[in-house]
């Protein structure tokens, strides 16, 4: 069972400072002070819907294939919201942890690229990322910024095909090579931090066990308690970007 702390003590910073290999799994929490609605949380777990959608059907992978046009649109209305967003304070301190330690990882559920955006380098986007497209004929992977779309769907730019937003559906498999890294980082931390995500959408949701089941020790960091919390060695009970800069305070 996991201590529940509402700040951070000297024993945290300690294990912080002494860690050497460092992993860190993040969810639509973290960005949820720069305006990005999550998904569930606030003690909510109904997810919520657009245009009398649910948005698990319109992020599925059965509509992609059904009504491409209407995934596009939805998320065309996604990096709408997305577009003025800027990192805040918990995405900030994430990218100085990154240069504090000999191994860190930064694995993200989120596609808002706002880990990159605060200057993060080493993250592994396991849900995709909503500013890239991929085309259904030839694979290739490019980056789709206009918004609004100026076509629907946006066309490959190398060999005009059709193209999809470069994000995991419900129903799809993540992508392999960057969810191995992300296993192996799991596998070899000593710290494994568990941020802003209710920890209820698997693959991603069994890392934080899999690395405990590695000897990691596991530090959530969320305002609520989640699934996650019965496996944490320590939650802290709060908001990430008022609690992760606190592990870069000034050391006495
Ligand atoms: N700081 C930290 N955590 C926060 C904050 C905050 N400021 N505000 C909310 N939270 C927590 C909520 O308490 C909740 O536990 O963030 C969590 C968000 O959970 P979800 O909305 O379920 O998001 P996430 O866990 O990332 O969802 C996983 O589900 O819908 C799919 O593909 C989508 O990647 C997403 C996946």
């Given at each position: 069972?996991?201590?529940?702390?509402?700040?951070?003590?000297?024993?945290?910073?300690?294990?912080?400072?002494?860690?050497?290999?460092?992993?860190?799994l993040t969810?639509?929490?973290?960005?949820?002070?720069?305006?990005?609605?999550?998904?569930?949380g606030?003690?909510?777990?109904?997810i919520?819907?657009?245009?009398?959608?649910?948005i698990t059907e319109?992020?599925?992978?059965?509509?992609?294939?059904?009504?491409?046009?209407l995934?596009w649109?939805?998320?065309?209305?996604?990096?709408?919201?997305?577009?003025?967003?800027?990192?805040?304070?918990?995405?900030?301190?994430?990218?100085?942890?990154?240069?504090?330690?000999?191994?860190?990882?930064?694995?993200?559920q989120n596609?808002?690229?706002?880990?990159?955006?605060?200057?993060?380098?080493?993250?592994?986007?396991?849900?995709?990322?909503?500013?890239?497209?991929?085309?259904?004929?030839?694979?290739?992977?490019f980056?789709?910024?206009?918004?609004?779309?100026?076509?629907?769907?946006?066309?490959?730019?190398?060999?005009g095909?059709?193209?999809?937003?470069?994000?995991?559906?419900?129903?799809?498999?993540?992508?392999?090579?960057?969810?191995?890294?992300a296993?192996?980082?799991?596998?070899?931390?000593?710290?494994?931090f568990?941020?802003?995500?209710?920890?209820?959408v698997?693959?991603?949701?069994?890392?934080?066990?899999?690395?405990?089941?590695?000897?990691?020790r596991?530090i959530?960091?969320?305002?609520?308690?989640?699934?996650?919390?019965?496996?944490?060695?320590?939650?802290?009970?709060?908001?990430?970007?008022?609690?992760?800069?606190?592990?870069?305070?000034?050391?006495?």
């Amino acid at each position: 069972m996991s201590t529940v702390l509402t700040q951070i003590t000297d024993e945290l910073i300690s294990l912080f400072d002494s860690a050497r290999s460092v992993a860190v799994l993040t969810g639509a929490g973290i960005s949820a002070e720069s305006g990005v609605p999550t998904f569930r949380g606030g003690g909510d777990t109904e997810i919520w819907t657009w245009r009398g959608k649910p948005i698990t059907e319109l992020s599925s992978a059965e509509l992609i294939s059904a009504d491409p046009k209407l995934v596009w649109e939805w998320f065309d209305y996604r990096r709408g919201m997305l577009k003025e967003v800027v990192p805040n304070a918990g995405h900030f301190a994430l990218a100085q942890w990154e240069r504090r330690f000999e191994e860190f990882t930064l694995i993200t559920q989120n596609i808002d690229d706002l880990h990159r955006a605060a200057g993060s380098l080493n993250v592994l986007e396991v849900h995709g990322n909503i500013w890239r497209a991929r085309c259904l004929r030839c694979a290739s992977v490019f980056e789709a910024r206009e918004c609004p779309l100026e076509e629907n769907p946006p066309l490959c730019m190398v060999c005009g095909g059709a193209a999809r937003p470069d994000v995991v559906l419900f129903g799809e498999l993540l992508p392999e090579q960057i969810f191995e890294r992300a296993e192996e980082a799991a596998a070899r931390c000593e710290l494994f931090f568990v941020i802003g995500t209710s920890a209820v959408v698997y693959p991603a949701a069994g890392l934080p066990i899999a690395a405990k089941q590695a000897g990691a020790r596991i530090i959530e960091v969320n305002p609520e308690r989640t699934d996650i919390s019965f496996f944490a060695d320590v939650t802290l009970l709060g908001k990430a970007g008022e609690i992760l800069p606190q592990f870069l305070r000034e050391r006495g």
